[in-house]
T-cell receptor, first 114, second 114 residues
Framework: AQSVTQPDIHITVSEGASLELRCNYSYGATPYLFWYVQSPGQGLQLLLKYFSGDTLVQGIKGFEAEFKRSQSSFNLRKPSVHWSDAAEYFCAVGAPGTASKLTFGTGTRLQVTL | NAGVTQTPKFQVLKTGQSMTLQCAQDMNHNSMYWYRQDPGMGLRLIYYSASEGTTDKGEVPNGYNVSRLNKREFSLRLESAAPSQTSVYFC?????????????FGPGTRLTVL
C-alpha cells in the first residue's frame, strides 16, 4: 500500500521569500502524485499533478514540483511567496487500478509574514 | 457547473442521533469518495464508490454507511452519532478510468457531536 509523509507540520516564511514544502512517498512502482491546497474553511483545490514524463511539473498560482525517484520525493516550490498563499498544503499519492483512491499526507500549514 | 456540492454546511448532533450528509456532482464523474478531516490527521477515506452501483470501505468506515443513489449522488449516513465522529467531512469525485485522476472536492460539512 502506498503512503505519504509530509515532515513539516507548520512552516513560516516572509512574503517574497522562496518556499519549499517536502513530500516523501512510499510506493513500489511509478506513483501518481498530487499537491492540493486548502484555504481556511474551504475544500481542497488541485495545484499540480505528476503522472509521467518531465519530472518538473508546473501548476497553478506559480507553484512547481519536482519528482525525484531516487529520493522518493515530490517537493513543492514557489520562488516568491505571496500573503495569499497562506493555507494548508497536502501531498497525495495514487496507484493504478485503485478507483483513483488517493492517500493523503497529514498536511503542512504555511504561514506568511508581511 | 456547480462541481461538487454538499449539504448541510454545518450540523450539530447529540450523541445517538442519526443524520445523512448529501453530496452531488454535475461533472459526469464515475467515482465518488467520502473523507473525514481531523487536525493533524490529514484526510482519511471513509467509503468510496468506484462506479454507479458499487461501494467499498476505505480506511475508517466504522460507524458510517453510504449509498450511491445514482451517478450524481453519494450520501453518507451516521446511524448513531458519537463524539468521535466530530469532524469535517468532504465529498470528492473523479473521472477515474482505471488510473488515478484528479479528485474534485466539495466545500465540506462541519459536524459536531455533543
Amino acid at each position: 500500500a502506498q503512503s505519504v509523509t509530509q515532515p513539516d507540520i507548520h512552516i513560516t516564511v516572509s512574503e517574497g521569500a522562496s518556499l519549499e514544502l517536502r513530500c516523501n512517498y512510499s510506493y513500489g512502482a511509478t506513483p501518481y502524485l498530487f499537491w492540493y491546497v486548502q484555504s481556511p474553511g474551504q475544500g481542497l483545490q488541485l495545484l499540480l499533478k505528476y503522472f509521467s514524463g518531465d519530472t518538473l511539473v508546473q501548476g497553478i498560482k506559480g507553484f512547481e514540483a519536482e519528482f525525484k525517484r531516487s529520493q522518493s520525493s515530490f517537493n513543492l516550490r514557489k520562488p516568491s511567496v505571496h500573503w495569499s498563499d497562506a493555507a494548508e498544503y497536502f501531498c497525495a499519492v495514487g496507484a493504478p487500478g485503485t478507483a483513483s483512491k488517493l492517500t493523503f499526507g497529514t498536511g503542512t500549514r504555511l504561514q506568511v509574514t508581511l | 457547473n456547480a462541481g461538487v456540492t454538499q449539504t448541510p454546511k454545518f450540523q450539530v448532533l447529540k450523541t445517538g442521533q442519526s443524520m445523512t450528509l448529501q453530496c452531488a456532482q454535475d461533472m459526469n464523474h464515475n467515482s465518488m469518495y467520502w473523507y473525514r478531516q481531523d487536525p493533524g490527521m490529514g484526510l482519511r477515506l471513509i467509503y468510496y464508490s468506484a462506479s454507479e452501483g458499487t461501494t467499498d470501505k476505505g480506511e475508517v468506515p466504522n460507524g458510517y454507511n453510504v449509498s450511491r443513489l445514482n451517478k450524481r449522488e453519494f450520501s453518507l449516513r451516521l446511524e448513531s452519532a458519537a463524539p468521535s465522529q466530530t469532524s469535517v467531512y468532504f465529498c470528492a469525485s473523479s473521472v477515474s478510468r482505471g488510473t488515478p485522476n484528479e479528485q474534485f472536492f466539495g466545500p465540506g460539512t462541519r459536524l459536531t457531536v455533543l
